[in-house]
Structures are given as C-alpha cells and as structure tokens.
C-alpha cells in the first residue's frame, strides 16, 4: 500500500508516517525544499519536493508515485499573521492538492483529510460537539479550515474522502502544548477569564498517536460503512477542565507552580500588540484578536462516539498516561 502525507514535517505527520512503516505502507513525504527533515530522522519514507501553493510541483511529485492508494493531507497554518495567510495555506492550497489528486490520481482508495475542530467552532456549554451540530467558526484559522473542507469536498464523487477534525493535540515533537508545559516546569501556571459557572475552561484532547491511529482507521475503513464526504471528531475520551490538564502536567513534573490569573483587559492588550506587530511585519506572535477568539470560549470539546461507532476507534492513551510519556520525551531531548 502507498501513502502520500503532507504536512511530514510536522509532530503529527511524523508520528503518522512512523505508524504507516510499522504497518508495512510505503509513504512519500510531500514536503517544500525548505522544510526540515529532522522528525523524520530514521524513519522509513521517500521525500517528495511540492507546494501547495504551486498545481504543477503538486502534480509533478505525484507522477512520481505509482498506484498511489491513499493520502493523508495534514498540510497548513496554525498560526498566521492575517486572514489571507489561513486562506492561502489552508483553503487554497487544499483546493489545489484536491484537484491535482483528481487529475493525476483519480483511482484513490481514500484521501484522509485533516481538518480541526476549529472549523466547527466551539459549543456553548458542556455538552460536546458532535457531527450533526452546525458549523461556526469563530476565527479566521476556523473559517479557512472550514471553507478548504468544502473545497474537498467538490472532488467527494471522483475519490472517497473522509475529513477528520481533532481537537488539542499534543505529544512528542508538538510545539503548541509544549508552551503550557514549560511555563508549569517554570513553576507559572497562567489561568483565563471564563464565563462558565464554574469558573473554567473545558478541552477534548488526544494524543498523536491515538490520532494516528484513528487516521489510519479513517483511510481503511469500506467505502460501504463510511461514504465519500463523511466527517469525524477523533478525540481522547472525556473531556478536561483546563485545571485539570495544567495540574496533570506539573504532577508529572513533580512542581506546585505559582497560579497566575490574567484579566480579559491584559489579554487584549496583548492580542493588540500582535495583531499590529503582525501587520506591519508580516509575523505571526504567539497571540493576536484571532488567537484571542480561540482562547476566550469556555468549552472546546467534541464527542468521539461515532468514530468509536463506525471506525472502531479506541483512543489507548488517557490523559495522565499520555501527558507522562509526552513530558518523558521531552525531558529525553533536553527540551526542559
């Protein structure tokens, strides 16, 4: 069997591409001739040069590919320093891989496409976000990743797709949840405004390798049980308060940090500040207001009951489990 992923350099391409050899696949890397190769050190792939800012390198590297059976597309921004920037690298670029796929491999077994839950936006209480639910997106990086989910799927008829929107994400290599669990080993706790009745904040999460292998799960499944165009939350079970997963992070680092609570008036001042840095040239930091329309929501949580239903997925790493060997690999490669 033969995978194309993208987004390889990535934490959670990486770790995709390390469950795919350990299932005997043979995967290509679709990768810009800038992007690091160092999370696929040792790892058993052959890199392919695209962009998906560019149709014809999409199509030239897939003419290298023989009987391509499945694509992973995990590709995109995160962060950005405006709209156009989600637009370009999320919804544009997934519209042009989309159609080169149709073009140069039409007879695709599936293409697994992964979305975010930011694309639904976030429910207004505690009860999870499921796949019926409406969507609305409540930042630009949401509506990009929403609007290249409907690129997609202009191609349902000509291959299968199965779009697959995770919530947090977080494992060795991940950079993202990584800047909470160093300010804990720092013994700084920060904590946001909330409007929940309970004074917190409410989280789905799920390791990379329970995600990958629910990708994997996702690419496999019969076209009979999942149809072309199907969507998917791939979450851990339950859900977090965000205490919950900040105290879960400084009990495995063996610290009692300092809780620091920073007013909505900070948080906008800051936001401010990296919005107009941003601007003006042209960087993304840490946080600006798209980031602050993420970061204010009380709850972003979503239910993996269908997936468990249709897929048989089964998450293996529970939060304490998962957050223990995530912190281990990172204290193994001299990150705290």
């Known amino acids: 069997m033969k995978a194309l992923v993208t987004g390889a350099s990535g934490f ?23 992007s690091s190769s160092a999370n ?30 499945y694509v992973f597309h995990l590709a995109g921004a995160t962060a950005g320093p405006n709209r156009e920037y989600y637009f ?20 695709l077994q599936r293409f697994v ?38 690129e997609l799927l202009r191609y349902k008829s000509v291959y299968p797709i199965t779009i697959i929107r995770p919530p947090m ?17 720092r013994n700084v706790m920060l904590s946001f405004p909330s409007a929940d009745p309970r004074g917190d904040k409410y989280y789905s999460v799920i390791h990379s390798k329970d995600l990958c292998r629910g990708l994997v ?24 308060s965000y205490r919950e997963i900040l105290s879960t ?16 008036s900070v948080l906008y001042l800051v936001a401010a500040a990296g919005s107009a840095l941003g601007h003006v040239s042209k960087k993304t930091f840490a946080l600006n207001f798209d980031k602050l329309n993420e970061l204010l929501p009380d709850y972003w949580i979503c239910s993996n009951q269908k997936a468990k239903d249709t897929l ?3 998450p293996e790493l529970a939060l304490e489990a998962g957050m223990a060997q995530t912190i281990e690999w990172y204290k193994r490669q001299k990150w705290l």
């Open 40 to 69: 696929l050190e040792g790892l058993r792939m052959t890199r392919l040069e695209g962009d998906l800012s560019n149709q014809e390198s999409l199509r030239a590297a897939l003419r290298k590919i023989p009987e391509l059976d």
């Open 113 to 150: 496409h992964v979305s975010s839950l930011a694309a639904a936006g976030p429910p207004t209480s505690l009860t999870p976000r499921t796949e019926s639910d409406s969507e609305h997106p409540v930042s630009a990086y949401g509506e990009s990743k929403f609007e290249a989910e409907k």
């Open 169 to 185: 994400v977080y494992g060795p290599r991940d950079k993202g949840v990584f800047i909470l669990i160093k300010a804990v080993s």
């Open 312 to 314: 048989g997925f089964a």
């Open 249 to 264: 992070i400084a009990e495995q680092l063996g610290v009692d940090p300092f809780k620091l609570k920073l007013p909505k």
């Open 12 to 34: 959670i391409g990486s770790t995709l591409i390390e469950e795919l050899g350990t299932l005997g696949f043979d995967v290509y890397a679709l990768m810009r001739r800038s």
């Open 88 to 107: 370009e690298h999320n919804a544009r670029g997934t519209a042009r891989l989309a159609r080169a796929i149709a073009e140069e491999k039409p007879g």
């Open 217 to 240: 799960q996702a690419a496999l499944a019969k076209t009979d049980r999942v149809p072309s165009g199907e969507v998917f939350y791939l979450a851990g079970d339950g859900v977090h």
